[in-house]
Nanobody
Framework: QVQLVESGGGSVQAGGSLRLSCAAS??????TGWIRQVPGKVPEVVAA??????????FYTDSVKGRFTISIDKVKNTTYLQMDSLKPEDTAIYYC????????????????????WGQGTQVTVSS
């Protein structure tokens, strides 16, 4: 079992930055990602990263490319999401998620690919 604990959410004005952190217990996963959800809408995978660098891939949904950066610290077992140039449409609950097996290409963007989810952290961007 993997437990994920997010931190770092909050409120910021458009154009600002936030960094989310996700601390994982255990190491029974190959990929971590960030999924966001607006109430009443379908969850969206915004970024994902494979932890085995020999197969390493990083994925971003188009709307965050060039603004968000996902990274990991293997010593701390932590995944980060640096969010810059934030827009009001980035407002959502952000969930950290982990997959037991590596996910690639189109599967990285499917929420069903992820076996474990954190409790979520709110990000609010005001105009």
């Amino acid at each position: 079992q993997v437990q994920l604990v997010e931190s770092g959410g909050g409120s910021v004005q458009a154009g600002g930055s936030l960094r989310l952190s996700c601390a994982a217990s255990g190491r029974s996963f190959e990929t971590t990602g960030w999924i966001r959800q607006v109430p009443g809408k379908v969850p969206e995978v915004v970024a994902a990263i494979n932890w085995n660098w020999s197969r390493g891939n990083i994925f971003y949904t188009d709307s965050v490319k060039g603004r968000f950066t996902i990274s990991i610290d293997k010593v701390k077992n932590t995944t980060y999401l640096q969010m810059d140039s934030l827009k009001p449409e980035d407002t959502a609950i952000y969930y950290c998620a982990a997959a037991r097996v590596p996910v690639y290409s189109g599967d990285a963007y499917r929420t069903a690919s992820y076996d474990y989810w954190g409790q979520g952290t709110q990000v609010t961007v005001s105009s």
